[in-house]
């Protein structure tokens, strides 16, 4: 499915999508916790942390309870998941933008980030390496990255359970909440044909990522869904 058509079905969805993701045992629970290991010290006060790909704001409000004294920054190209997003009760410290991940600069946010958080993002740009080097190049020198993404590829069993809940559970609700399956069904392929650990960080580290590191969830997304987590170099210079 083309970036635009995923970015459409997005769209529509936005609507029942918060529905959907309540009835995933863990998914906010999972968010929190990958979003804490960003690390930020003093609940983020005087941070700004950069939330690539926000969606609805499930990641954005992980981030607003871990930190509650950060900047915090949601970006995502659908307008219908921003919409749901800004009409969701925030503090101060909490806004949106309308942007693709990859056309970000740190100019468009006020100025650079000192940590990114990308929750289910990287899989869906089409160009995951441009992606990478934005959330790169919008960071402070020392800067923090968490990627909270599936992967599959490295494990039988992972793609086993992960084909098995996608068509017994995922698809077929998703056909009767939104009227239409596309987006689920692209969900399933996309994570299969994903990287998997050992390829992601190889690529977070082609794009000059230090400190790179994968982090286990528990329940049953054990092995499915993963923290990786990144700093960039403390003397690379932000643009």
């Known amino acids: 499915m083309k970036a635009g058509a995923v970015r459409d079905e997005f769209d529509h969805a936005a609507a029942s999508y918060d529905r959907l993701v309540a009835a995933n045992p863990g998914y906010h629970r999972h968010l929190r ?3 804490r290991r960003l690390g930020l010290p003093r609940g983020g006060e005087g941070l700004r942390v950069l939330d690539l790909g926000c969606g609805t704001g499930a990641s954005t ?42 056309d970000l600069t740190a100019g468009d946010l006020g100025g650079p980030s000192d940590a990114v958080f990308a929750a289910y993002l990287l899989r869906n740009c089409p160009d995951p390496d441009a992606t990478l080097a934005t959330a790169r190049d919008v ?27 996608c068509w017994g559970v995922i698809i077929p609700l998703g056909r009767v909440v939104t009227g239409r399956s596309e987006l689920y069904r692209y969900l399933w392929r996309s994570v299969l044909e994903f990287d998997g650990a050992a ?34 170099p403390s003397t690379f210079g932000s643009r």
């Open 33 to 35: 916790v990958s979003a």
């Open 61 to 102: 409000a992980a981030l607003a309870r871990e930190f509650p004294r950060a900047e915090i920054i949601g970006v995502d190209a659908s307008e219908g998941m921003l919409a749901r997003a800004r009409a969701k009760p925030w503090g101060p410290r909490v806004r949106f933008v309308h942007a693709r991940a990859e």
């Open 139 to 165: 960071l402070k020198p020392g800067g923090r990255i968490v990627l909270h993404e599936y992967s599959v590829a490295d494990s039988a069993a992972a793609r086993g359970v992960w084909s098995l809940v």
């Open 199 to 232: 390829g992601l960080r190889r690529r977070m580290r082609a794009a000059g990522l230090e400190n790179v590191r994968t982090l286990a969830l528990s329940g049953w997304q054990r092995g499915i869904v993963h923290t990786f987590f990144g700093t960039v």
